[in-house]
């Protein structure tokens, strides 16, 4: 029983890293170049001095305001922009906010027409300056990089040829997660092989329940007695995702991300659960999908309908975490709000016990949707490990 | 106007999750009084069943957020 524990872990691991990189592929982000060259020393040189820069530096910031933090808003502006201000706070970013006016300055990394760009995200100054670069000078349009021509304009033109590799908030997020999974499963997995098989300590006695869980409850049922194959990819999924929406849930430094609330990150999972649903279908499986069991006048609908059916299911695991995540947090985030659109004090007596109340059901929600993402993930991937044998039976 | 059209039809699809779910979770409370050994399969099962109907009126919800702007 636990010696599963042991031969998952590290690969589990291993996996949700190679999710990470994938993401990584998936976050590029289409930005705009221009014509115009600067002057600049040595390319090399330059670029060294920036790399030195990149290291998420923690900068005290001066009188500058972010333009729509909540923490800002008493300043100048007159009217309240709540869904500005939600947005800004469920989307990706170039900087990680802390507390006050400090922020992480994330790296960004670009891909130009004319080679690699690395440099700090806190020349931007949080949108406010524009950073003249080795090939072009960038400025953040709503938290996305854009090149600009010498009068100041946004190139678009050109936006689909530089590519934005940046470490966004979003994916170092998902490298603090990857550390803790990595933490927490190396050192289960070392004591396994310290200790054998025997009653579970520590960690282990919490981890093994829920491993056992995965296996009993959404492996063997769903997939049947192959289920080994499959259990190092959801277990994978499962903790990857569960780990995501709990670090989303905490508001402060190491989480506070919208990781499994960014459309790009679930797209990914629910391609990997697509890919492996493909790669293991069954002579049955796909027999059902070009010849399905219909009258020879219905195959003209019936084929059309079944392959989008391939693709409706990954597409479906894809916006019900993303949707269901960034629900929970828009929520929050309203709640929150309500002390700003009130402009009291007094409205965060009400406010303030009810985002506990929906952060303690946005817990619930993130164990669900890591479970759901799971199963139905087993599930699909059940329905394309199908016998003949069933078949004969329709 | 937009706007006020995304909330209407955001407000209509929470209505729609909103009975789907509930006669889910109605039928398995019924189900696991009438049988509490089962409670664990039935739980399970609702919850998938909450999963595809919740999924529907997310496509609303996203829909709608699209067209919010």
């Given amino acids: 029983m636990s010696r599963i524990t042991t031969r998952f872990s590290t690969r589990n691991v291993l996996l949700s890293s190679l999710f990470a990189l994938a993401f990584l592929v998936v976050n590029t982000r289409a930005i705009a170049q221009h014509e115009t060259k600067h002057e600049h020393s040595t390319g090399a040189e330059h670029i060294k001095a920036e790399v030195e820069h990149l290291d998420s530096t923690i900068v005290e910031e001066a009188e500058h305001i972010g333009e729509a933090a ?8 007159e009217k309240f922009n709540t869904s500005e201000v939600i947005m800004e706070h469920i989307a990706d970013g170039h900087d990680w906010h802390l507390w006050g006016h400090t922020s992480i300055h994330l790296p960004v990394i670009l891909y130009t027409d004319k080679g690699i760009e690395m440099f700090s995200s806190g020349k931007f100054n949080h949108g406010h300056d524009a950073y003249i670069g080795t090939h072009h000078t960038y400025k953040l349009e709503h938290d996305k990089v854009k090149v600009l021509i010498a009068d100041g304009q946004i190139d678009e033109a050109a936006s689909a040829s530089v590519l934005d590799f940046s470490i966004t908030k979003n994916v170092a997020s998902m490298m603090v997660s990857m550390v803790f999974l990595c933490l927490i499963f190396f050192s289960v997995a070392s004591s396994y092989k310290k200790r054998g098989i025997g009653a579970p300590k520590g960690l282990q006695s ?20 192959k289920y080994a194959k499959f259990m190092p990819y959801l277990l994978t999924v499962f903790f990857f995702i569960w780990m995501n929406n709990v670090l989303g849930l905490v508001p402060f430094f190491p989480g506070g991300a919208n990781v499994t609330g960014n459309i790009a990150v ?5 391609l990997a659960t697509f890919i492996i649903t493909i790669l293991n279908g069954t002579k049955t499986y796909w027999s059902h999908v070009f010849t399905p069991h219909v009258p020879l006048w219905l195959y003209p609908l019936m084929i059309p309908v079944e ?5 409706t299911k990954p597409f479906a695991l894809m916006i019900r975490l993303f949707a269901n995540i960034t629900a929970g947090h828009i929520l929050v985030l309203s709640l929150v709000c309500l002390i700003f659109i009130f402009k009291s004090m007094a409205v965060a ?6 985002v506990v109340f929906i952060s303690v059901i946005e817990m619930l929600v993130a164990f669900i949707q890591a479970f759901i993402f799971t199963i139905l993930s087993a599930l699909y991937i059940g329905m394309a490990l199908e016998k003949p044998s069933e078949d004969a039976h329709h | 106007m937009t706007g006020s059209i995304a909330a209407i039809g955001a407000g209509l699809a929470a209505i729609g999750a909103g009975l789907g779910i509930g006669r889910i979770g109605g039928s398995a409370m019924e189900g696991m009084a009438r049988q509490p050994e089962a409670a664990n399969k039935i739980q399970t099962a609702m919850l998938i069943a909450a999963a595809f109907v ?16």
Avoid: C, Q, Y
Avoid at chain 1, 266 to 270: G, Q
Avoid at chain 1, 349 to 354: A, E, L
Avoid at chain 2, 58 to 63: M, N, R, S
């Fill in chain 2, 54 to 69: 919740e999924a529907v009126s997310l496509f609303a919800v996203v829909v709608a957020l699209l067209g919010n702007g």
């Fill in chain 1, 266 to 270: 679930t797209l990914v999972l629910a």
């Fill in chain 1, 307 to 311: 392959i989008i059916g391939l693709f």
């Fill in chain 1, 70 to 77: 909540i923490g800002h808003h008493e300043t100048k502006e």
């Fill in chain 1, 349 to 354: 007596t009400v406010s303030v016990p009810f």
């Fill in chain 1, 206 to 225: 919490w981890l093994e329940p829920i491993i056992i869980f995965v296996r009993d409850e959404i492996a063997r049922p769903n997939l049947g007695e």
